[in-house]
């Protein structure tokens, strides 16, 4: 009988680790974006594109929709995405004078994308001389000999930061 109750304390040890694994998992993939929509690849697939909705944090009037790959149940490659960024409220120019504008710029959203340590980074970058705002959404992981990258833009045109030609821009 010793044997069938270590069998049985190694069993409940195993699927405690799993559990416990499935709510780590669960943790890393789960972030905060308000899901937008999410749409089948096929009935025979366990893969889904996500779309997810963000606000820049330090520029309320700035959404982006970001696609991207979710495999469930599989260890896929969830590195492809897109994005493209809109202005949904106004954007004031003390908003812009309180954003990086460094030629980095500055990660604003970060979400894991599989437990590889593979993540999904947003950065934001000005663009100073056109009066626009960068979204720059990559992997941190190299997938088949390359980083894979999206780009969108927002035209500070026509908004309370806009600067007209020639003034100094802050």
Request: aromatic letters at 6%; glycine letters at 8%.
């Amino acid at each position: 009988m010793k044997i069938g109750n270590q069998f049985g304390i190694s069993l409940l040890k195993v699927s405690g680790n799993v559990i416990a694994a499935g709510f780590i998992l669960f943790g890393l993939t789960a972030c905060g974006g308000d899901d937008v929509a999410k749409v089948s690849l096929g009935l025979f697939t366990t893969k889904d594109v996500i779309i997810d909705a963000r606000h820049d944090p330090k520029l309320p009037g700035v959404t982006c929709h970001i696609s991207r790959i979710e495999a469930n149940l599989s260890l896929a490659d969830p590195s492809d995405m897109s994005i493209s960024c809109r202005q949904t409220g106004p954007i004031s120019a003390q908003e812009i004078a309180a954003i990086d504008k460094s030629k980095n710029g500055e990660v604003i959203f970060k979400q894991s994308l599989s437990i590889l340590f593979k993540s999904l980074k947003v950065r934001r970058i000005y663009d100073a001389k056109n009066q626009t705002l960068l979204y720059l959404s990559y992997s941190t992981k190299e997938t088949q000999g390359s980083h894979k990258h999206a780009l969108s833009t927002v035209p500070l045109y026509n908004t309370g930061a806009w600067q007209a030609p020639g003034v100094a821009v802050q």
